[in-house]
Each structure stands twice: as structure tokens, then as C-alpha cells.
């Protein structure tokens, strides 16, 4: 049974930083992307960022370049959401996903992902 727990989520200030982590178990990842999506209260679920399978490639929503660093550890199932210079309008209940298939395609949206973790809150106040 695949399972994604994320951790690492709190309250901070703002211009603050937070790490993420999420660990797979239940099925190897190191073959596939690996993404990140917030939701927000009273907002849809959107994307944050994802990974390629060797980490040599990564892709962020214009809203968290430059601050968002996403990255992973093979070796441990892991992927990491390193977010700094955060803002109120990060929090959010961050998830990680996972496809169920090393291969597709549009990785910024939600439908090419099968499976999710449970979430972690951050909050982040002015």
C-alpha cells in the first residue's frame, strides 16, 4: 500500500522559512516526479512545484519562484519542499503526489497524480 507522509509544516512569520519533507513508502519512487500543491481556505487545491526523477529538472508556479526549493533523496523515498522568504499568502495545507506511472506528462496538474499524502499545515502571519 503506497503511502506519502508529509511533515515539517508550523506557524512562522512572515519572511520566515519552513522545509518540508515527504516520505514514500509502499513503492519505490525514485523513477518518477515527484510534485508539491498547497490549498489555502476557500481556495482550490493548486500547484507549488515538481521534480523530476533524478532531481536534475524542477518546475514552480510563478508565485513561489525564487523562494520554493524542491529536491529529494532517492536513496531515502524522500522529497522536500524548502521554502523560504515566506509570505501570508503561503499558507496553506501543503500536499505531496505521487503518479502511479513513471511516465506522463503535465506534472503542474493535479490529474496527473494518483496518489497523495495527507497534508501539512503552514501558516505563516504578518
Known amino acids: 500500500q503506497v503511502q506519502l507522509v508529509e511533515s515539517g509544516g508550523g506557524a512562522v512569520q512572515a519572511g520566515g522559512s519552513l522545509r518540508l519533507s515527504c516520505a514514500a513508502s509502499?513503492?519505490?519512487?525514485?523513477?518518477?516526479?515527484m510534485g508539491w500543491f498547497r490549498q489555502a481556505p476557500g481556495k482550490e487545491r493548486e500547484f507549488v512545484a515538481y521534480?523530476?526523477?533524478?532531481?536534475?529538472?524542477?518546475y514552480y508556479a510563478d508565485s513561489v519562484k525564487g523562494r520554493f526549493t524542491i529536491s529529494r533523496d532517492n536513496a531515502k523515498n524522500t522529497v522536500y519542499l524548502q521554502m523560504n522568504s515566506l509570505k501570508p499568502e503561503d499558507t496553506a495545507v501543503y500536499y505531496c503526489a505521487a503518479p502511479r506511472h513513471a511516465y506522463g506528462s503535465n506534472w503542474y496538474l493535479q490529474r496527473a497524480y494518483d496518489y497523495w499524502g495527507q497534508g501539512t499545515q503552514v501558516t505563516v502571519s504578518s
Open positions: 509502499g513503492h519505490t519512487f525514485s523513477s518518477y516526479v
Open positions: 521534480i523530476s526523477w533524478s532531481g536534475g529538472s524542477t
